[in-house]
């Protein structure tokens, strides 16, 4: 196994880490990267996910320190919010980039052969 | 489970497809786009893989229709080439269009909450 040393000249998808890529766990990141907090409601309905599943995955972001879970109440009905940390900002700061050099590598490639 | 009906509405993350998405079957497919057809060394060298890696990703795109694996010979020594498919030049290219409405849409959120 031998790969390009130099980081610039690696294939863009060596720099995604599969905590962050993974699609449902990047869809929560980039959700609670848009706003500061996000409720775990909005997070299901907008994903279309199930409580197992969005649980899951969200305790695979909690225990990386990407995300916070905080659970409190809004009146008397139990609610959960999730924000990004500072560690989960960079990390995905890290997916854009290795994200956005791959799109633009493969634009730059010009149309599929025919 | 309830998500926007209208798939523009809907967030990018939802229309990315595991078997494409997936970091090591992504990188395979965005090498095999920029090169007609792709020698199995190559995509084990540049992807800092191991054989039996590669080839299980392979084999899932190659089950998928996404790509076609030709065995053959350069000289005497037997050869592995890797070309996309059009259904595969097509799942990629959905794949890169969820991948830049994501990130047009995250630049557009501005820097993260301090």
Do not use: C
Request: hydrophobic share 45%.
């Amino acid at each position: 196994m031998n790969v390009a040393d130099d980081p610039e000249e690696q294939h863009p998808t060596l720099a995604l880490d599969d905590t962050v890529h993974q699609r449902v766990r990047l869809g929560i990141l980039a959700i609670a990267r848009e706003a500061e907090s996000v409720d775990f409601a909005f997070l299901k309905q907008e994903l279309g996910l199930t409580d197992g599943n969005l649980s899951r995955h969200l305790k695979v972001l909690e225990d990386s320190g990407l995300v916070a879970v905080n659970k409190g109440y809004a009146g008397r009905r139990p609610r959960t919010w999730v924000a990004l940390t500072a560690a989960g900002a960079e990390a995905l700061a890290r997916e854009l980039r290795a994200l956005r050099a791959l799109v633009h590598r493969l634009d730059a490639a010009g149309p599929p052969p025919a």
